[in-house]
């Protein structure tokens, strides 16, 4: 890559950018951390049940 | 004789039917987080999930395999959620309180303080902007798929989400969230040291 030499106020400009940049990426990450917290818990046995029950009740109507 | 006849349940097969309920027991885990971040309280998410999945098998008829069904299933569990929503309209500040508390009812003594902060940002953003970018940021959805999902223009839910994320912005670094002693600056800083840790990476 080639070095490039902005003015100091340019970098200072960009470095503050990074940073809210990289605060943004960081608020998505937790984002997303807390989403798959719930994704990854165990589905309660009671959604499985609630949908097995449903699965025979339609076969038995056809 | 049933009244409400499916109307293409002649051309249904067992096959399809399994084939579809498999789809919809791994889209489970997705629908509780999701229905977790709209009601906040647990139990009530748990019971929002297990009616949209419910809804979900009883529509499948009318879902063409082969497309998205997880955007699909969310919209269901969205429509449920408001008309749900409508009938009790008092639940909406229960809900609100609840989601600041227990957005995800872990307690991890590991976890970083800015999780804690976040669930309290994300209360405190109006429910249209909360949805927007917890479909996009967490759910993975493109901006297309949420725009379907909520029911409303594309560019609509690009600047909920816009807005969102500069409102969450704000409020994590200026410390708008209420609560107890707590420095205002400790979430912020915390998810800075995320920030490093993620450019270190990178």
Same mark, same amino acid.
């Given at each position: 890559?080639?070095?490039?030499?902005?003015?100091?106020?340019?970098?200072?400009?960009?470095?503050?950018?990074?940073?809210?940049?990289?605060?943004?990426?960081?608020?998505?990450?937790?984002?997303?951390?807390?989403?798959?917290?719930?994704?990854?818990?165990?589905?309660?046995?009671?959604?499985?049940?609630?949908?097995?029950?449903?699965?025979?009740?339609?076969?038995?109507?056809? | 004789?049933?009244?409400?006849?499916?109307?293409?349940?002649?051309?249904?097969?067992?096959?399809?039917?399994?084939?579809?309920?498999?789809?919809?027991?791994?889209?489970?885990?997705?629908?509780?987080?999701?229905?977790?971040?709209?009601?906040?309280?647990?139990?009530?998410?748990?019971?929002?999930?297990?009616?949209?999945?419910?809804?979900?098998?009883?529509?499948?008829? @009318?879902?063409?395999?082969?497309?998205?069904?997880?955007?699909?299933?969310?919209?269901?569990?969205?429509?449920?959620?408001?008309?749900?929503?409508?009938?009790?309209?008092?639940? @909406?500040?229960?809900?609100?309180?609840?989601?600041?508390?227990?957005?995800?009812?872990?307690?991890?003594?590991?976890?970083?303080?800015?999780?804690?902060?976040?669930?309290?940002?994300?209360?405190?953003?109006?429910?249209?902007?909360?949805?927007?970018?917890?479909?996009?940021?967490?759910?993975?959805?493109?901006?297309?798929?949420?725009?379907?999902?909520?029911?409303?223009?594309?560019?609509?839910?690009? @600047?909920?989400?816009?807005?969102?994320?500069?409102?969450?912005?704000?409020?994590?670094?200026?410390?708008?969230?209420?609560?107890?002693?707590?420095?205002?600056?400790?979430?912020?800083?915390?998810?800075?040291?995320?920030?490093?840790?993620?450019?270190?990476?990178?």
């Amino acid at each position: 890559m080639i070095e490039q030499r902005p003015s100091p106020e340019r970098r200072k400009a960009s470095a503050a950018l990074d940073e809210a940049r990289l605060r943004q990426q960081a608020i998505g990450v937790r984002l997303r951390q807390m989403f798959d917290e719930v994704v990854n818990e165990d589905v309660p046995e009671e959604f499985l049940e609630i949908l097995r029950r449903a699965d025979e009740r339609s076969q038995g109507k056809s | 004789m049933a009244v409400a006849a499916e109307p293409r349940a002649a051309a249904r097969s067992p096959a399809d039917d399994a084939g579809f309920k498999k789809e919809l027991v791994q889209l489970i885990p997705h629908l509780r987080a999701f229905a977790r971040t709209l009601c906040g309280d647990a139990t009530a998410a748990d019971d929002l999930a297990q009616d949209a999945m419910l809804k979900a098998w009883d529509a499948r008829a @009318s879902f063409q395999m082969g497309t998205n069904m997880k955007a699909w299933t969310f919209m269901i569990l969205r429509n449920q959620f408001y008309s749900e929503k409508r009938r009790s309209w008092r639940q @909406s500040q229960l809900d609100q309180e609840a989601a600041e508390r227990t957005l995800v009812a872990v307690d991890d003594p590991e976890a970083p303080v800015a999780l804690d902060e976040l669930r309290q940002g994300l209360a405190m953003l109006p429910a249209e902007q909360r949805e927007a970018l917890i479909l996009v940021g967490a759910g993975g959805f493109a901006y297309e798929e949420a725009a379907e999902i909520c029911n409303c223009a594309v560019g609509t839910v690009k @600047s909920r989400v816009s807005r969102a994320r500069r409102a969450l912005h704000a409020i994590l670094e200026g410390g708008q969230y209420d609560r107890d002693g707590a420095a205002a600056s400790d979430a912020m800083r915390s998810i800075l040291a995320d920030a490093d840790r993620l450019s270190s990476v990178r």
